[in-house]
């Protein structure tokens, strides 16, 4: 597999976000989602909460594989610097998901289970959710909760990471 590693990630503060709600149209597939939710500013974020059942099918003697792309996620989420701050010109509200802004989602202080990379295209993005399932159940680690897709925009890239809590935390 291209050059995957699953790592155990102690966050030591929370992680907030801004909630947002799309329209299910968006999310036909992760290229839509990348369209719309790109991180646009060095350090912005998106964030996507799946049902690890959503994402991979749980076989007991053959292991995890992918069933499809993510699509809608359950909940997402944007960094400060993704969102108009109050006072910016009204006229941008409604386009690239800035539907409706709801509560806040945060990524707790823990353990997480977690992998990082560069995506390219929807291969990729199938390539190492499917690695990141083979090898947490391998490796008996145990997750609990919502996988966590990360896009991160560094070093004048986007990263992609996914993260799942490990269970006792």
Known sequence: MAGYTLLTL??????????????AEKFRDFAAVSAEGIPSAEGGETVLFYSPASLVRFDEAEGPCILALPGKPE????????????????AEEGKAGEVKEEEGLTLEPGLYAFMQWRVADAAGLAGGIEYFARETWWEKLGCRGPWILRRVAEDGKIATQLLARLAGQ
């Open 10 to 23: 102690k966050l030591a503060s929370a992680l907030s976000y801004r909630r947002v709600d799309f329209e």
């Open 75 to 90: 909940r997402f989420g944007v960094s400060r610097e993704n969102h108009h701050e109050e006072g910016e010109d009204k």
